[in-house]
C-alpha cells in the first residue's frame, strides 16, 4: 500500500490534466481492492423549507440557514473561501448547494489530490472525517457543530456513491475514498467494522505527504468548541490523541499526565503533523494492519505507540517521546476531550468547571441507535422537522421518586434495582397509555446508584468522578435499539415511539409543539372536579382519575387528538390495565424486551442481571445474576 502514498505524491506533481484521472484509478484500484462493507440505513431527512420533505434530500438549502422545523431555521456559518465541489475555481460556502439546474461532476473530479486539501486547508490544518451513507446524519451534525463554530477547513470522505452524492447537493465538502461500500451500517466489532478502521490509516498516509496537519475524527462524535486554538498550543506535538481514561489525570486544560494515562488511547480524535516520526509511525501502522486483518486498528495503534513511553520532552508541555523514541506525543485531557463516560457519566467537565471541547460517543450501548439517542438526550445532535412535530402528537409524564430511593443508604445492587423498578413500572403505564392513545413517548430522565460496563465491576469505578445517584443514559437499562425496532405487529402489538428525555427542552422544538400543550393531573376520582370527563378545569388543564381503564383513557383523550403535547402530573397508579387480552398480550411480549441488563458483578459468572418489565409480578423477586446456564437468559 506504499505504492498508493507514492502515486498520489507523484500525481499531485503531474500535469493537470492528468492528475485526477490518475490519482482516482490509483486510489480506486489499491483501495477497493482490500474491502467490502456492510450496514443499515438509517432514514434520510431533510434540511429545506417543509416539515414533509426529508433533511437528506438533494433540493439547494437557503443561503441564509437550514431550515430544522416549520418557521424556525438555524444559521449555518458561511465562510468565504470555501468549496463545495473539488476542484472548483468557484468556491461556495459550505451548505450553499449548487442549482438545481446544474449536473453532478463527474466522480474523477472527487478525487483526493492536495490541490484539493490546499483549497480546504486554514493555517495549513485540514479536519477530516469519513463514513457511508448509514450514518449521514452524523455527519451533517458533525459539519453543522464545525460550521456553526466558524469552522470551515474540513473535508468528509465518502466510503459510497449514494453518500458522495448526498453531500454535494447538501453544499459539504466532499471526496470520494473509492471503497464502493455498501450504504448500511456495519456494526461495532464486525469483520467489516475493522476493515473500515483500516480506510482510517490508509487515509493518515495519504494526506500526511502532503504537508498538512491533520486533524482526523470518527463521525460518532461532535465538536463543542473549536479545537484548532488547542492543538496549536503544543506546535512540538507530532500526534496528539484522544484516550479513554475515565479517572482524571489533572483539573485543568493541560494535557492529560501520560504517567498516569492506563487507559487505552482512542484513534476516534486525533491530530497528526506531517512530521517525519508521524509518517513513519503511520506507514508501520498501516503495514501492521494489512499483514493482519485481525488486528484492531485501535489496538495495533496502542501497541506501537506504547513501545516507548517517555522520558517527557520537557518539564512543561505535557508531551512525552514515544514509539521509536523520536515520536512526541500528547495526551489530550479527558475531561474536555470527553469520551461517552467523562461526559455523560461523570459530567467531569462540569465538575471541575471546564468547557468540553468535543464528545465522543464511546462506553455506551445499543449501538448507533444508542450513540443517537445519547446526542439526542445532550441536544447536540441535529434531526429532521418531522422528528420535532410528530403525527398524533407526544406524551410526557413527569417522574416521582421517593427521596429515600434516590439517596438513602448504601449504593448496592439492591438499592440500585429498587430505584430502577420503581422508575421501570411509571414507564410501563407510560408506554401503556401511548400505545393506547398513538403517541410518542418522551421518556423520563433515569436515574441511576451504579454504572454499567462491560467488564466486572464495584459499581462505580474507583478514582473517577461519578456521583451517585447520576442521571443516566437511557441505554443503561433499556435496549434502545430494540425499542427502535420494527417489530411485527401480528406477534408484540402496535409500535410505540419513543423520544429523549431533553426533548420537549431542545430549542429545535417549533413554536406550534410548545403553544399546544395539556396538562394531565391524576386526582382521586370523587373529589372535586375529579372526574371521567374531557371538561377542563381551566384552559390547558385537565384532572384525570387515577386507575382509568383503557376504554376510559380512550374516550375522554379522543378529544384532545389535536393537541401536540399531553403531559401527565405522574404515572403513579394512572393506568388500571387492559380490558383487550390479546391486546395486553401482545403489548407485554413488546415491552418485556426494551430492557436490558445490569453488568457486571465482581466474583461471578455470568456477571450480569437481568432488568425486568413486570418484576413487581414476581413475589420476592430480588437482583441477582442467573446461578445456572439454564437460568441464563431475559425474561421472556
Known amino acids: 500500500m506504499g505504492g498508493w502514498r507514492n502515486a498520489v505524491q507523484e500525481a499531485a506533481g503531474s500535469k493537470p490534466l492528468f492528475l485526477t484521472i490518475y490519482a482516482t484509478v490509483i486510489v480506486g484500484i489499491v483501495v477497493s481492492s482490500f474491502y467490502v462493507f456492510s450496514a443499515i440505513y438509517s432514514p434520510s431527512a431533510s434540511t429545506t423549507q417543509s416539515v414533509s420533505t426529508s ?8 443561503q441564509n440557514g437550514v431550515s430544522l422545523a416549520s418557521g424556525q431555521s438555524i444559521n449555518i456559518s458561511q465562510p468565504s473561501g470555501t468549496a463545495s465541489q473539488p476542484g472548483s475555481n468557484n468556491l461556495r460556502p459550505i451548505w450553499e448547494s449548487p442549482p ?106 495519504a494526506i500526511l505527504p502532503f504537508g498538512y496537519e491533520l486533524l482526523m475524527c470518527d463521525t460518532d462524535m461532535v465538536w463543542l468548541k473549536n479545537p484548532l486554538p488547542y492543538l496549536a498550543r503544543y506546535p512540538d506535538a507530532d500526534v496528539l490523541t484522544s484516550s479513554d481514561q475515565v479517572v482524571p489525570t489533572v483539573v485543568d486544560d493541560r494535557l492529560a499526565d501520560w504517567k498516569q494515562v492506563g487507559a487505552a488511547y482512542n484513534i476516534g480524535i486525533f491530530h497528526w503533523r506531517p512530521t517525519e516520526p ?14 493482519d486483518d485481525k488486528i484492531w486498528d485501535q489496538n495495533g495503534f496502542n501497541e506501537l505507540v506504547r513501545r516507548q513511553s517517555g522520558p517527557a520532552v520537557d518539564d512543561d508541555s505535557g508531551l512525552f517521546y514515544a514509539f521509536d523514541g523520536n515520536l512526541k506525543l500528547g495526551i489530550l485531557p479527558e475531561s474536555i476531550f470527553c469520551s461517552g463516560h467523562t461526559y455523560f457519566i461523570q459530567a467531569m467537565y462540569e465538575q471541575l468547571r471546564l468547557e ?45 421518586i421517593p427521596k429515600s430511593l434516590l439517596l438513602d443508604g448504601e449504593h448496592n445492587l439492591q438499592s440500585h434495582f429498587s430505584l430502577i423498578n420503581y422508575q421501570m413500572k411509571q414507564i410501563r403505564s407510560a408506554l401503556a397509555i401511548a400505545s393506547l392513545l398513538n403517541r410518542t413517548l418522551v421518556m423520563p430522565p433515569l436515574w441511576c446508584r451504579l454504572d454499567r460496563l462491560w467488564f466486572p465491576h464495584p459499581g462505580v469505578l474507583v478514582g473517577s468522578m461519578t456521583r451517585q445517584p447520576f442521571l443516566c443514559p437511557l441505554d443503561h437499562v433499556f435496549e434502545v435499539n430494540v425499542m427502535l425496532k420494527d417489530l411485527p405487529v401480528e406477534e408484540f402489538g402496535p409500535a410505540i415511539n419513543i423520544r429523549e428525555y431533553s426533548f420537549l427542552s431542545n430549542p429545535l422544538l417549533p413554536q406550534q409543539v410548545k403553544e399546544s400543550w395539556l396538562d394531565v393531573q391524576l386526582c382521586q376520582e370523587g373529589a372535586e372536579d375529579c372526574h371521567a370527563s ?3 378545569s381551566r384552559p390547558g388543564l385537565l384532572r384525570f382519575p387515577k386507575h382509568s381503564s383503557e376504554e376510559t383513557f380512550k374516550t375522554v383523550f379522543s378529544a384532545f387528538k389535536d393537541v401536540k403535547v399531553i403531559q ?47 418484576w413487581d409480578e414476581k413475589p420476592g423477586w430480588k437482583p441477582a445474576p442467573p446461578q445456572t446456564p439454564e437460568d441464563d437468559h431475559p425474561p421472556f
Open 278 to 291: 508521524a509518517i513513519k509511525l503511520a506507514k508501520e501502522w498501516k503495514d501492521m494492519l494489512l499483514a
Open 534 to 536: 374531557s371538561n377542563t
Open 356 to 400: 468540553p471541547y468535543a464528545l465522543h460517543t464511546t462506553f455506551q450501548y445499543a449501538g448507533t441507535e444508542g450513540k443517537r439517542h445519547r446526542l439526542r438526550e445532550a441536544m447536540v445532535f441535529y434531526d429532521p422537522p418531522e422528528y420535532y412535530d410528530a403525527p398524533g402528537g407526544f406524551l410526557s409524564f413527569k417522574p416521582s
Open 568 to 614: 401527565f402530573s405522574s404515572m403513579q397508579d394512572a393506568f388500571l390495565g387492559f380490558s383487550d387480552k390479546t391486546r395486553e398480550d401482545k403489548f407485554r411480549n413488546r415491552v418485556k424486551r426494551y430492557v436490558g441488563i445490569w453488568c457486571c458483578v465482581d466474583s461471578h459468572t455470568p456477571g450480569h442481571i437481568y432488568y425486568d418489565m413486570y
Open 55 to 62: 433533511w437528506f434530500s438533494s433540493p439547494p438549502l437557503s
Open 100 to 205: 438545481r439546474t446544474s449536473k453532478m461532476p463527474p466522480l474523477k473530479s472527487f478525487s483526493l489530490t492536495k490541490e484539493l486539501v490546499e483549497e480546504r486547508a486554514k493555517d495549513n490544518v485540514i479536519i477530516v472525517t469519513f463514513g457511508n451513507f448509514a450514518f449521514m446524519d452524523f455527519i451533517l451534525t458533525w459539519v453543522k457543530h464545525l460550521t456553526d463554530l466558524g469552522v470551515s477547513n474540513l473535508l468528509v470522505g465518502a466510503m459510497d456513491t449514494k453518500l458522495l452524492k448526498a453531500l454535494y447537493w447538501k453544499g459539504i465538502p466532499v471526496f470520494d475514498m473509492g471503497s464502493h461500500m455498501s450504504t448500511i451500517d456495519v456494526g461495532w466489532g464486525s469483520p467489516t467494522f475493522h476493515k473500515m478502521g483500516r480506510e482510517k490509516v490508509l487515509l493518515i498516509n
